[in-house]
């Protein structure tokens, strides 16, 4: 991923189109607002129908793992792509045909037949919302002129946060009403109007665009990617079903060659025409590099967390998916009060000290949790679970919102969208990893239990969670010290408003600019 010259020289070519009335304007936004919300909301919609999934279909562990794993994998490998493709054939084309696909995708997981075919679903739906979310912000870039772009880009963290807190919810309903008897299914099939009537709007009212001088695709690369966390994910998730044998190992550690390999070859496509996947000379930047480990390790504890803590409130607890949906509604909260007073109020103040602040708060959370759940047992009401939810969303709230703006400050203006699509890429990346690591941090520990009796499922689960929720709070102490190597105060690493959002529509995830509003999205 090399500078994002395709918007940053783009800009002055990316005017505000002749003739777009203001009507028009206002609902093209509100068709790829309301393609970001569905792509959000399925994101975070599908943890809380997992074990009526698993009940259905009769779905192993493994495969619970890969139906919200392969989203985020297929994801985040084709996220940079999928902005560069825009970027040449032109974003309302990309964002039509990723509407499309993942219209298609969502009615092939609302009908699946078994877990195989629910997965591939999945990874479908996952590669077109990489074909479709990162044209939303460039669409908006082009529909509004620059003195609009605050207001319209505010709108639009207000829908993120939306959907963020409306979707384990939804999930959680339509699960719960068991519509026509299709149970789980309507939390696919509700996209079906949405992205049809998406479409129609959208070749109406949207207006092609194109950058002028836009970045060449990297197609080699991203198939290393996708072989390298393919080889570190799949063993992960099948190894202890199959007593972890030999090839699995072989696997894991030939990944590590792979990404090695991906290295050397971005390197040489730096060299040959500038458009690498991935810009290496960024790894440079200290605070850069720092950021995108944090970012990693911490999609990695959010992987880890989102589905544990499903099983063990709905499997474990015996818990309904309304009432583990509702359970969940003060962590969303607290995130979000969380987020808006740490960008507008405490960052300006005291810089990196917030985030490393969130790091101890989520920690310290984490362990009330921890100490709940044993003290509690499978005898545990949703109100004892409320203050560490709340201290651990506050936690959240103080590390998501901040860190993209700290990743970037000392990152050079040609490199930041680069930068940015990276950022969330790696985000994705962690997350994919983390839902791989479930089967040994929660599914191992519940085999040694080796259940015998209903009554010893309960007391398996809270162990399993306690154990997982350990780890975590073991990843996020990582994390607390490599935050140091951020800078202590973050700088604006472009001057001027709009000029620092235009450059951030880049490659990658348009929600990268709006990171403030972009909490359990994480989860996908």
């Known amino acids: ?23 028009r304007r206002w609902i093209a936004l509100a068709i790829v607002m309301t393609a970001a919300f569905m792509d959000l909301v399925d994101a975070t919609i599908v943890n809380i129908a997992i074990p009526s999934i ?46 499309a696909a993942f219209t298609l995708a969502s009615a092939l997981c609302g009908f699946a037949a078994n877990p195989e075919i629910l997965v591939a679903s999945r990874l479908l739906q996952g590669a077109a919302a990489a074909m479709m979310v990162p044209q939303v912000l460039s669409i908006i870039h082009v529909t509004f002129p620059a003195h609009e772009r605050g207001k319209v880009f505010g709108m639009f963290g207000a829908v993120i946060g939306l959907g963020a807190v409306s979707g384990p919810l939804l999930g959680a309903l339509l699960t719960e009403w068991n519509i026509a008897g299709l149970e789980w299914r309507p939390i696919f099939l509700i996209n079906l109007p949405v992205g049809i009537a998406g479409l129609l709007l959208g070749r109406k009212f949207i207006t092609e665009s194109k950058a002028p001088k836009a970045l060449r695709l990297d197609i080699v690369g991203m198939l290393l990617v996708a072989a390298a966390l393919l080889m570190l994910i799949y063993p992960l998730t099948r190894g202890r079903e199959l007593d972890w044998p030999l090839w699995g190992h072989l696997m894991m550690i030939g990944s590590a060659f792979v990404f090695a390999a991906l290295v050397a070859y971005e390197k040489y496509k730096t060299k040959k025409d500038g458009s690498p996947l991935v810009e290496l000379s960024l790894f440079r ?30 499997v474990g607890l015996g818990w309904s998916a309304l009432k583990a949906g509702l359970t969940g509604v003060p962590f969303s909260v607290a995130v979000s009060v969380a987020a808006g007073l740490s960008v507008q109020k405490l960052v300006p103040r005291f810089g990196r000290k917030v985030l490393q602040a969130g790091a101890l708060t989520m920690i310290a959370g984490l362990l009330l949790y921890f100490f709940e759940a044993g003290r509690y047992g499978t005898g545990i009401e949703p109100w004892q679970m409320v203050p560490p939810l709340v201290v651990m969303g506050l936690g959240m709230g103080l590390i998501v919102a901040p860190l993209t703006d700290a990743v970037l400050s000392e990152v050079p203006r040609e490199h930041a969208g680069s930068a940015s699509g990276l950022i969330n890429t790696t985000g994705q990346m962690g997350n994919a990893l983390g839902l791989g690591l479930v089967s040994v941090f ?22 399993a969670f306690q154990n997982s929720l350990g780890w975590a709070a073991g990843v996020l102490a990582v994390i607390f010290l490599v935050m140091f190597a ?39």
């Open 285 to 314: 930047v200290k605070s850069f590099a720092a950021g995108i480990a944090v970012q990693l390790t911490f999609g990695v504890v959010l992987g880890i967390f989102f589905l544990v803590w499903t099983l063990y409130m709905q």
């Open 442 to 463: 929660f599914f191992g520990v519940i085999d040694d239990w080796n259940v015998r009796l209903p009554s010893e499922a309960g007391a398996a689960f809270t162990d």
């Open 54 to 99: 698993e009940q259905d279909l009769g779905a192993s562990s493994a495969a619970i793992q890969w139906i919200t794993a392969g989203y985020a994998l297929a994801f985040a490998t084709g996220l940079i792509t999928g902005g560069r493709l825009g970027d040449i054939y032109g974003r309302k084309r990309l964002f039509l045909l990723g509407t």
């Open 1 to 23: 991923m090399s500078s994002h010259d395709a918007v940053t020289e783009a800009a002055p070519v990316d005017e505000v189109p002749a003739g777009t009335s203001d009507k």
């Open 486 to 524: 951020l800078p202590a105060k973050p700088k604006q690493h472009l001057e001027g408003g709009d000029d620092a959002t235009d450059a951030v529509v880049a490659e990658g995830d348009a929600t990268d600019a709006v990171a403030v509003e972009k909490e359990p999205a994480l989860t996908h």
